[in-house]
C-alpha cells in the first residue's frame, strides 16, 4: 500500500495537515510514537484528573464569525464550525515586574491605555512600533531574519518597557535565548495582545478531540504507538518509513512534525546541509490543585508574566529551573458559563534539561518537590498568597517535554534555525509545526495547512 502522505507526529499541526489532505480525498496516515496525542499539546490523567501539558491559552482569539483572523482562516480550511472549539475568552492578564504592572484584556485598547499611562514619554514610540507590526507580513517575507531586541530599541527607548514586552513574547515562543527573531515577536505581539487569549472549557483535550474526530469522518488513518525509526531515501526522495516494528509504509509525500533536526536524523541518507541547532529553551511546570478558585483567594487574572527584577533573563539557567521569572496561568479565570470543576494553577519557570537528565529516580523525584515549593514561592510574590489552599500537586520537568515530542533536550520551541518555507533537502519530505516557524496552537494549526496547501495539494 502506498500512502498518498504520512505525516510523522500527531500534534496539531500534524493533525490539522492531515484533515486538509483527507478533505482533498488523499490516502493519508498520521503515525504518532506515543498511545496520546497531542505532542507538546497534549494531557494526561493523575489522580481522577485530567491535565493539560502545553496549554496555557489559545492565542489569535477572535469572537465567532470574525473574519480575516488567523483563527478565522482555521475554521475555513479545516471545515470545522466556531461551536467546535467552545472558546471562552480570558478575563484579563498582566505582565508584572518590580513597581511596575502593565494589564491586558482581548480588548487591546486597554494594553494600550496601560502603556501609555505607565510609560507616557513613549506613546509615539510604542504607536509607530504598533503600527510596524502590524504591517510586517510574514508570509512574504520569510527569510527576514534579525534581531528583535535591536528592532525595537531603536523604536522605545525606555529599557523597562522593553523589558516587558519580550517577556510575554519570549515565553510564548522564542527559541532563541537572550532575543528572538523580529517576525516572530511580530506575529506574537499581534497574537497575545491584538488579538487576545481564550481556551476551551474542557481544554486542550477538546481541541484534539475535534480534531482527530474530523480526521477520521474523512477516512484518514492515524496510528498510535507507531514511532518512525527512519525514512529511507533514493534519488533524492523519501520513498518509504520504517517503523520501529519493522513495519515499512510507502509515501508520495512524507510531512513532518517532530522537529527539523530531529527529521534529518531520521533519512537514511545523509544530508549535506549544516545539522540544525536543537535549541535549549526548556520549562518546568508546577501544578497546583487548589481548596477554592483562584478568584476566592483574591487572584482575579487569568495570565501572569512576571520578573524579579527591571532586566528580563531569558536563557537555560545553570541550575535545574530558573524561579527569577515565569508565566502563572490560571484556566479558572476565562469568562465560562460555568465553573470547573478543578481548581487549579500552573506555574511555568526556565529550565536546564541536563541537570535533570543526571537526576536518578530518587533524586529527581526530591527535586520535584524542591522546585515546586520555590516555584509556588516566586509566583506568591506576584498574586496573592495561595500556598495554604494546595490540597495536591504534580509538576512535569525537559524529561516529560523529550518523552512525549522527541525533541531533543526538551526544547519546547524547538530549533533555533527555523525552515520557514517547510522544504528539506528532500524534494517530497517537508516540515512542518514549531521548526517552520509558527508557534503556539494556532500557529502550529497553520503551519500544517500552509506547508499542505503550498505543496502537497498542487500536484
Aim: aromatic content about 10%.
Amino acid at each position: 500500500m502506498t500512502y498518498d502522505a504520512i505525516i510523522i507526529g500527531a500534534g496539531m499541526s500534524g493533525l490539522a495537515a492531515g484533515i486538509r489532505l483527507a478533505h482533498f480525498e488523499r490516502k493519508v496516515c498520521i503515525l504518532e510514537r506515543h498511545s496520546v496525542i497531542g505532542g507538546l499539546n497534549s494531557f494526561y490523567r493523575r489522580g481522577g484528573r485530567n491535565l493539560d501539558v502545553g496549554l496555557h491559552a489559545l492565542t489569535n482569539y477572535a469572537p465567532t464569525g470574525a473574519k480575516n483572523r488567523p483563527l478565522s482562516r482555521i475554521m475555513r480550511q479545516l471545515r470545522l464550525a466556531w461551536e467546535e472549539f467552545s472558546l471562552a475568552p480570558q478575563v484579563g492578564s498582566a505582565i508584572r515586574f518590580p513597581g511596575a504592572e502593565l494589564n491586558f484584556t482581548n480588548d487591546y485598547k486597554l494594553f494600550e491605555s496601560e502603556v501609555h499611562r505607565r510609560f507616557p514619554r513613549e506613546k509615539d514610540n510604542f504607536a509607530r512600533l504598533v503600527g510596524e507590526l502590524c504591517d510586517y507580513d510574514h508570509i512574504d517575507q520569510p527569510s527576514v531574519r534579525h534581531s528583535a531586541k535591536e528592532h525595537v530599541a531603536e523604536r522605545v527607548k525606555d529599557p523597562l518597557l522593553r523589558e516587558m514586552l519580550f517577556c510575554p513574547l519570549m515565553f510564548y515562543g522564542s527559541a532563541h535565548e537572550h532575543d528572538m527573531d523580529f517576525g516572530q515577536f511580530s506575529i506574537l505581539f499581534r497574537s497575545i495582545f491584538l488579538e487576545g487569549l481564550a481556551r476551551p472549557f474542557a481544554g486542550v483535550r477538546l481541541i484534539l478531540k475535534r480534531l482527530v474526530d474530523k480526521f477520521k469522518n474523512l477516512g484518514g488513518e492515524l496510528r498510535l504507538r507507531a514511532g518512525v525509526s527512519r525514512i529511507a531515501v533514493k534519488d533524492g526522495a523519501a520513498t518509504k518509513v520504517v517503523l520501529d516494528d519493522g513495519v515499512e509504509l510507502e509515501a508520495k509525500n512524507v510531512l513532518s512534525s517532530a522537529g527539523w533536526p530531529e527529521t534529518l536524523r531520521m533519512c537514511a541518507e545523509p544530508s549535506s546541509e549544516r545539522a540544525a541547532d536543537p535549541g535549549r529553551l526548556t520549562f518546568v511546570e508546577s501544578i497546583a490543585i487548589l481548596d477554592s478558585p483562584p478568584e476566592k483567594l483574591g487572584h482575579d487574572k487569568t495570565i501572569v508574566f512576571f520578573n524579579d527584577s527591571e532586566k528580563f533573563h531569558y536563557a537555560a539557567p545553570e541550575e535545574a529551573a530558573d524561579v527569577r521569572s515565569g508565566v502563572i496561568c490560571s484556566p479558572n479565570n476565562f469568562d465560562y458559563d460555568e465553573p470547573m470543576p478543578e481548581n487549579v494553577l500552573r506555574i511555568s519557570t526556565l529550565a536546564n534539561y541536563a541537570r535533570w537528565a543526571e537526576l536518578d529516580e530518587v533524586e529527581y523525584r526530591l527535586a520535584k518537590l524542591r522546585w515546586f515549593d520555590r516555584a509556588a514561592a516566586a509566583a506568591a510574590r506576584f498574586m496573592p498568597e495561595f500556598r495554604h489552599a494546595v490540597i495536591d500537586t504534580d509538576m512535569f520537568t525537559p524529561l516529560t517535554i523529550h518523552r512525549y515530542t522527541g525533541h531533543e533536550g526538551g526544547a519546547v520551541y524547538g530549533s533555533t534555525q527555523k525552515r520557514y518555507d517547510g522544504t528539506t533537502h528532500l524534494k517530497n519530505l517537508f516540515i512542518c509545526g514549531n521548526d517552520q516557524g509558527l508557534v503556539g496552537i494556532v500557529g502550529a494549526i497553520l503551519s500544517g495547512i500552509g506547508i499542505v496547501n503550498k505543496y502537497l495539494l498542487k500536484e
